[in-house]
């Protein structure tokens, strides 16, 4: 198992690196993310992962410890391998890819070529309890002075008719985003503007 590789950037593409080290060349395929993050170094050190399959052997790397978490895991859903899960990657940052499964948020994968919405709800189904069991605590809770503004949004808007789980979805979403959003008319408002 190869944890990682460190040395002289020999040849850098936008998905492909070649790192020298100890006079030996690792092809290490990357995200457009990592990319971005190696495009001015000329040495790097990279986290990767060794896949194996009967046909082939390749090096995929990582910047950091959790782009390479969401990628094996996204490599663990049936039906997802690694060109997807790299795709993936390059389409959103390895938080977005957290946040949209732990938020059910298959329309974020519209944007990933080669995943669909069936593919997007396996994945979704699949991860959302290893991501939220992996997921630090302050991104999947909201700003403790904004427990009573959410609270009091939700029950008005139950009291509307309006369906829990969805309601509590654009909630959630609402205060990830809007941190500025602290009194409970406010979430009201722009709440029913997504609810509609």
Known sequence: MIAFVKGRIALKTPTYLVVETGGIGYGIHIS??????????ETVKLLTHFHVKEDSQTLYG???????????????VSGIGPNTAIITLSSMTAEEVRSAIIGENVEAFKKVKGVGPKTAKRIILDLKEKMMKSAPETSLTVHPANNTARDEALQALLALGFNKIATQKVLN??????PDLSRAEDLIKETLKQLR
């Open 32 to 41: 457009l993310n990592t990319y971005s993050q190696v495009e001015k170094s």
């Open 62 to 76: 990582f910047f950091d410890d959790l782009e390479r978490d969401v990628f094996v895991k996204l490599i663990s």
């Open 173 to 178: 979403k609402l205060l990830r985003e809007r």
